[in-house]
């Protein structure tokens, strides 16, 4: 029943930006709390935006996660993008009860030259 779909992903310059969006259904959208997560191979799955104005540093000042709940849709705004943002970029909603979490598939960002 519940779906995340992420979208926006693909391949950018250096310094280029970048405007992820996830769409999501089948859940009561202002009872969650959603996040930014990415994943690059060989490393851990990291928290890069969510919460309450939560920014990994470093991301900080480059990204910015908007949510327009009319849509339940989540964005995440990149701008200055380094080779290292390199990753496949995943939309999390977790329950503010604690109880229940979402995952997308994921899109994929390549930062290269």
């Known amino acids: 029943q519940v779906q995340l779909v992420e979208s926006g992903g693909g391949v950018v310059q250096p310094g280029g930006s970048l405007n992820l969006s996830c769409a999501a259904s089948g859940l009561i959208f202002s009872f969650y709390i959603m996040n930014w997560y990415r994943q690059a191979p060989g490393k851990e799955r990291e928290l890069v935006a969510g919460?309450?104005?939560y920014y990994a540093e470093s991301v900080k000042g480059r990204f910015t996660m908007s949510r327009d709940n009319t849509k339940n849709t989540v964005y995440l705004q990149m701008f200055n993008l380094k080779p290292e943002d390199t990753a496949i970029y995943y939309c999390n909603a977790q329950s503010t009860l604690g109880i229940a979490g979402y995952w997308g598939q994921g899109t994929q960002v390549t930062v290269s030259s």
């Open positions: 919460g309450r104005g």
